[in-house]
């Protein structure tokens, strides 16, 4: 059996609970609460309380159901103990019961996610296409006529505030209340939209603005409060009348010590031991406490009485209206206008918060203004409830919104306020950032259009600007622009906004190198300055080391309000900052102030398009491309000027620089720039990175070599030391990147030839025998082992004839930047790949010939191309009878150490393509000079 540990807990009211289930239903929701939390092992003296939507349930309840709940709960209790009533283990609850509290309290089953609904004013992504089913002819329909033909793709729409969609020149459709699915299937059934398909998406977006204004005050009744009867250890009120029900608790002392609880009867009446019965049914319970007194006194001769309030007496009220739950309701007799509201779950947004009515025997008696509690918690309004009394809710009144740069932004009921003054004092006032110069007022005008009407709340007269129901007062925030501030921003300690004084210069916001960062540039730094008034901007440049040398002086510049001075790293360049303030001109620029901009290029260490500034010479311009770097050409730079000869066409003038003269301070040689000049800082001839070579293998000192322009392979040996003893000098590797480049280009363009041959061939003759198709196959391989194919980039040399005609223009090889030479270490093999037997390496012998290597391999094979048979010598030479371009021809069959047979395949008896041999002839060449390569 299933158990629920519980702790135990004591309750001491249970006793009368039957009766109280019966007479008040509302209290059997929190019984049952109360009994729920236990069941689930929840220990909280927290009193439990019922939402609204519980008491609703509550109320659908039958006389019948009710007694059932009171059973079921009554069914899990043990008869209390002196202590109180003690609740052990709780058994679990039936289907039936189960059933009852998930009707009430929701649960017993997981909370699903809410998927949003179509609402009034929602936006919309509306894709509609062609549907599946379609008939060609209204497939045409649609095409040709452009109503419909623009509808096709994904468009963005917002329903009014009633949740219909319109499709302008189409069709009005209301969704509101639907799933985003169920969107897509109404729009689907829609007579005009029946050739589409329909996909909804739901943007959920987050109204702003005077759109997110919600009604004030009722998010206090959101969260129920744990208790909705008013304390009872609080004292009562003197003005609290007393009723039939009431309990009047008095203590005798003095002659004789006693005490007494009496009840008000039906009549009215207390029965007071020893003096009679006393009607106080309507008496204050100030004038009730001296009525009993002023009898004690008179009638019990030395005793004194203490009177005071027991449990006070249930009175049942009526709350109508614009109440979330209208009904009557059974309340304590401290209960006041605020503690029934909650216990109907408070007032509907269409309700008044400022208008709440009490009405006693037919007659308004009491108006509470819940503004007056929730601005200033003031609870005087806030009237005792007497049995019988009728709470009130009137529609809301007349409502305005106050949005903005308020302090409480929302949609306000009206009461007495009609002036936007009043309006800004209910929302809280201005916030900080408030602007109320420029403060707007949306109004519904008669003719049901819209307007806005400036008010300037600064003034008096905009401060009394009348309101109208429907008005919203929306405040604007001050600029974020700083007035009197100057930006820093860059390659700087501290970036941000400074305050700006008069007669503030650079090095006043800039004092010191302690400012700047690592790598900054002293010697040019830009400031960007706004005249609103002629609606453009200028930009400036300054020399801050010039500045430091010199404050105060022209070097050293005034800075203007809303300066934003810019500090840049050598390291990553100016474009970032520079191209944006470039735009920036040429967007402000007009016939008056026109874009200017000059650019410098070459060796320089920041070249780009700078603004043209006015006196602006080459050696500012040099300052602005960051100076000259380690190549620049000293002695002169070449200024390109550009002219329009008499509007008709541009002409480019050169003019040549000295440099020289400029570098060392020359005014006269320091030409001044004109818009759109460019001057080019040339490079030092022969100026590069540093060419090397590298040496591995067989000589005496390997590694890696610089080398002089026009430097000899010959030489740079030399340098090396030589080879060795064991060098292998005709086995010699030389490598060089730009051939490994062009073979690469010459296999990719192989590659294509082949494929196209392959194409041709299969269409040809691969349905007419089996033979074809298995030749296509190879083919086929062929290529993909083409393509796999790496480039070796070797060039074929004789070390032995270099190294005897040192410097000689034909044998003797110039170096590269980048070449590789590879001296292998002396070799004794003579390897046979290809179509033999038995692919291997032999033990040179001399006198043996090429057929005599084969022949210790096995001999040929039934696919070998015996006319074809060819060499590779270990210096890359081969030498066959070969017509391919690829191969070098060579004469003598003559077998040397390191040299490699090569025996091909016979492709012209599997396939009709020519191109096929020297294919098969580059894949092996290329991986007999890459598996040289990679031995070392």
């Known amino acids: 059996m299933q158990t629920y540990n519980s702790r135990r807990r004591s309750i001491d009211y249970w006793p009368s609970i039957r009766t109280s289930l019966l ?46 709940l009171f059973e079921a709960l009554t069914e899990r209790a043990e008869q209390p103990t ?23 309290f929701g649960e017993g089953e997981e909370e699903e996610e809410e998927i949003p609904r179509v609402e009034g004013e929602a936006l919309l992504i509306v894709r509609l296409t062609l549907a599946d089913d379609i008939e060609p002819a209204e497939e045409l329909l649609v095409t040709e006529d452009p109503r419909f033909n623009r509808l096709l793709g994904s468009r963005t729409y917002k329903l009014d505030r009633f949740g219909v969609l319109t499709i302008p020149g189409v069709t009005s459709i209301p969704l509101a209340g639907l799933l985003a699915e169920e969107a897509a299937s ?165 309700g008044s918060l400022r208008n709440i009515q009490l009405k006693r025997n037919g007659e308004v008696v009491s108006r509470l203004d819940l503004y007056d509690l929730l601005l200033s918690g003031d609870t005087s309004g806030d009237a005792r409830l007497e049995p019988g009394d009728v709470i009130f809710v009137p529609p809301v009144g007349p409502t305005v919104g106050a949005g903005g740069e308020v302090m409480r932004p929302a949609i306000y009921e009206l009461k007495n306020e009609t002036t936007a003054e009043e309006l800004i004092e209910i929302a809280g006032g201005y916030t900080p950032e408030a602007y109320p110069e420029a403060s707007q007022i949306e109004r519904v005008r008669g003719d049901n259009g819209r307007t806005i009407v400036g008010v300037d709340m600064s003034t008096p007269q905009g401060a009394e600007a009348r309101l109208r129901p429907g008005d919203t007062l929306t405040v604007p ?9 100057v930006l820093l921003s860059g390659h700087v300690q501290r970036p941000g906004d400074y305050e700006w004084r008069p007669g503030m210069r650079l090095t006043d916001l800039l ?40 404050p105060g002086s022209e070097a050293d510049p005034l800075l203007e309000p809303r300066d934003q001075v810019s500090v840049f790293d050598l390291e990553f360049g ?4 520079v191209q944006p303030l470039l735009n920036e001109l040429q967007l402000y620029a007009s016939a008056k102030h026109p874009f200017h901009e000059v650019g410098i290029g070459g060796r320089v260490k920041a070249p780009g398009q700078y603004p043209l500034e006015t006196g602006m010479r080459v050696s500012d311009l040099l300052r602005a491309g960051g100076g000259l770097d380690e190549a620049a050409y000293e002695l002169g730079a070449e200024l390109a000027r550009y002219d329009v000869v008499d509007g008709e066409y541009r002409e480019t003038d050169l003019v040549e620089i000295d440099l020289a003269a400029i570098l060392d301070g020359k005014e006269d040689a320091d030409v001044q720039l004109q818009s759109h000049d460019y001057v080019n800082i040339k490079e030092i001839p022969h100026w590069g990175d540093q060419d090397e070579i590298e040496i591995l293998g067989e000589v005496r000192f390997p590694g890696t ?38 073979e690469r280009e010459q296999i990719q363009t192989l590659a294509q030839r082949l494929q196209t041959d392959l194409a041709a061939f299969s269409l040809q003759t691969i349905q007419e025998n089996a033979s074809a198709a298995q030749a296509f196959s190879i083919g086929q391989s062929l290529l993909n082992e083409l393509r796999e194919t790496e480039p070796a980039g070797r ?38 790949l290809g179509e033999v037997q038995y692919a291997t390496s032999h033990i040179y012998e001399p006198g043996m010939n090429r057929e005599d290597y084969i022949s210790r391999s096995g001999g040929l094979t039934a696919r070998a191309d015996s006319k074809r048979i060819y060499v590779v010598h270990a210096n890359g030479s081969v030498v066959a009878g070969s017509t391919s371009l690829w191969f070098r021809r060579g004469g003598g069959q003559d077998i040397s150490p390191g040299d490699t047979i090569v025996v091909p395949l016979d492709a012209a008896r599997i396939a009709p393509l020519t191109l096929w041999t020297s294919v098969t002839q580059i894949i092996y060449n290329l991986a007999i000079a890459v598996a040289a390569v990679n031995s070392f």
């Open 477 to 485: 925030s001050i600029l974020e622009q700083l007035e009197e501030a």
């Open 511 to 550: 004092p010191g190198v302690s400012s700047l960062r690592q790598n900054a540039d002293m010697r040019y730094l830009l400031i960007r300055r706004e005249h609103p008034l002629e609606g453009r901007i200028e930009v400036l440049s300054a020399d801050l080391s010039a500045a430091w040398r010199e």
């Open 795 to 832: 060039l074929v040399i004789d070390i032995d004839l270099i190294m005897a005609n040192q410097g000689d223009a034909i044998h003797d090889i110039v170096v590269k930047d980048g070449d590789r030479l590879l001296i292998p270490e002396r070799t004794q093999e003579v390897t046979v």
């Open 186 to 350: 109404r729009i689907e059934a829609e007579p005009d939209l029946r050739f589409f398909e329909a996909e909804v998406t739901l943007l959920p977006l987050e109204p702003t603005g005077t759109e997110a204004l919600e009604p004030f005050g009722y998010e206090l009744f959101e969260s129920v409060p744990t208790t909705f009867a008013p304390a009872t250890d609080i004292p009562v009120p003197p003005n609290y009348v007393i009723g039939p029900g009431d309990t009047i608790r008095v203590q005798l002392f003095g002659n004789e010590n006693n005490e007494y609880s009496l009840i008000v009867d039906r009549e009215g009446v207390i029965n007071f031991p020893g003096i009679g019965p006393i009607p106080v049914a309507g008496m204050g319970f100030a004038a009730l406490r001296e009525e009993i007194q002023t009898r004690v006194r008179e009638q019990m001769i030395g005793v004194q009485s203490s009177i005071t309030m027991g449990e006070l007496r249930s009175i049942r009220i009526f709350i109508l209206g614009e109440a979330v739950l209208p009904g009557s309701y059974t309340v304590s007799g401290l209960s006041t206008i605020t503690n029934a509201l909650f216990v109907s779950g408070g007032i509907k947004p269409i």
């Open 574 to 577: 100016r474009a970032a900052v």
């Open 23 to 68: 007479a008040f239903g509302w209290l059997a929701v929190i019984l049952l609460a109360a009994v729920t939390t236990l069941a689930h092992g929840q220990t909280s003296n927290q009193p439990i309380a019922p939402t609204a939507e519980q008491l609703r349930l509550l109320e659908t309840l039958s006389d019948e159901e009710r007694e059932q």
């Open 705 to 742: 070599y610089p080398v002089r322009r026009g430097e000899t392979l010959s030489s740079v040996l030399e340098r090396a030391g030589g080879l060795t003893d064991l060098a292998f000098a005709n086995g010699s590797i030389f490598i060089r990147e730009d051939l490994k480049e062009r």
């Open 82 to 104: 002196d202590e109180g009533l003690e609740v052990p283990e709780l058994l679990p609850l039936s289907p039936e019961e189960e059933e009852l509290r998930s009707r009430l």
